[in-house]
């Protein structure tokens, strides 16, 4: 099957790979075209499939995830080491392609990485973290302030 990125980029994968884009298996088209994933994203995505083409059974995520856990505590070394080799920008859009793919462990590995790394931070600090350049509102300001309260109460 071909994958086409949003920068025309043609990935042409091995059916075997696609085993865990539970979108695409049950498609008869031979050309995705993937029109708001750039090439770099939907490597990153491919070498996922890949790392798992052996993979039948991936475990789930147990969850909740406990507070002092970190991300090598609770996946496979490989999927650890995957996930914190990549920027939170990377992984935001990383999340979008498994989602539009249908690859549920990938968006539960992208997800519980950064539920990790956001655990205990305040709302500046997150917004610092995935590198948010918007500016924000004062309504949202006061509402982020108000919120802060109420959790330390």
Known sequence: MKFISQDDITFEIDNEVLRQCTKIC????????????????????????????????????????KYQHNIFDIVSFKDAQFITNLEFEEIIQIIQAAKFLG?????????????IKIRGKNSQQVKEMLKSNKPITDEQEQMDRDMEIKVKK
């Open 103 to 115: 690859i549920n462990t990938l968006i539960d590995l992208s997800c519980a990485y950064i539920a």
């Open 26 to 65: 049950n498609t008869d088209s031979s050309i995705v075209k993937l029109t708001s994933t750039k090439s770099k994203i939907l490597q990153k995505v491919i070498q996922y499939c890949e790392m798992h083409l052996n993979d039948f059974d991936i475990p789930e995520i147990q969850k909740p995830i």
